[in-house]
Nanobody, 124 residues
Framework: QVRLVESGGGLAQVGGSLRLSCVASARTISNWALGWFRQAPGKEREFVTGISASFSMTAYADSVKGRFTISRDNAKNTVYLQMNSLKPEDTAVYYC?????????????????WGQGTQVTVSS
């Protein structure tokens, strides 16, 4: 059973930064696309960013382009989300996802594994 465990969430000021981490208890993540999603209260879960298995290509939601950066360290079985210039609308529970099993990694229909989520709150 693969587990994804997020960490790094918390309270940040507007304009501040946070770095989320997601560690997978898998043998290796090197063959998996990885993604970050978020869900704000009363809203549906939405795609934030993804990174491919090959060449670490990345994709971002328009709302976070230029502010958030996804990266991966296959040796540590970890994916990161660096969040800069945070805004109140970034407040949400952030989830990592791994192993896209349907569709493309940019528009994945089905992720094999999900983390339990970590709360990010941006306060003004």
């Amino acid at each position: 059973q693969v587990r994804l465990v997020e960490s790094g969430g918390g309270l940040a000021q507007v304009g501040g930064s946070l770095r989320l981490s997601c560690v997978a208890s898998a043998r290796t993540i090197s063959n998996w696309a990885l993604g970050w999603f978020r869900q704000a209260p009363g809203k549906e879960r939405e795609f934030v960013t993804g990174i491919s298995a090959s060449f670490s290509m990345t994709a971002y939601a328009d709302s976070v382009k230029g502010r958030f950066t996804i990266s991966r360290d296959n040796a540590k079985n970890t994916v990161y989300l660096q969040m800069n210039s945070l805004k109140p609308e970034d407040t949400a529970v952030y989830y990592c996802a791994a192993d896209c099993r349907g569709g493309t990694w940019q528009r994945c229909d089905y992720w094999g594994y999900w983390g339990q989520g970590t709360q990010v709150t941006v306060s003004s």
